[in-house]
């Protein structure tokens, strides 16, 4: 076992209790499982930065897997009683939460396989 062993499983536990919770609140919300079944793979079409450049597929990918555009979008949704985008941003920290518990962290320039978790 490497010393980045534990550092790497607290992530991956970690991002499966993210999305965890954002599933359980999201059952709060009343929204229907179609729409989260449909919306929950969306962020990963960020890859598609990846045909132009390692450089701009990370860019893209780490835009649409980082935890702050949910959580704007999130308190948008809350500030402005918008149930949608609540819901929304619900599903986007999920799928950001379920990705990190596989071990697939923000990417580096190098390579898709590079994260900040691990190499995958």
Not at 33 to 39: D, H
Not at 47 to 68: E, P, Q, V, W
Not at 72 to 95: E, K, P, R
Request: charged fraction near 10%; glycine fraction near 10%.
């Amino acid at each position: 076992m490497t010393s980045s062993m534990p550092l790497r499983l607290t992530l991956q536990t970690e991002g499966a209790a993210i999305g965890a919770l954002a599933c359980f609140a999201y059952s709060q919300t009343g929204a229907g499982w179609l729409m989260f079944a449909v919306l929950l793979l969306l962020p990963d079409v960020a890859m598609l930065g990846y045909l132009l450049s390692k450089r701009m597929g990370a860019l893209c990918y780490n835009l649409a897997h980082s935890y702050l555009a949910p959580a704007a979008l999130g308190l948008a949704g809350v500030l402005w009683a918008s149930d949608t985008a609540l819901a929304i941003a619900l599903i986007w920290t999920a799928h950001i939460g379920f990705d990190r518990a596989l071990g697939y962290g923000l990417k580096y320039a190098s390579g898709f396989k590079e994260t900040h978790i691990a190499r995958v």
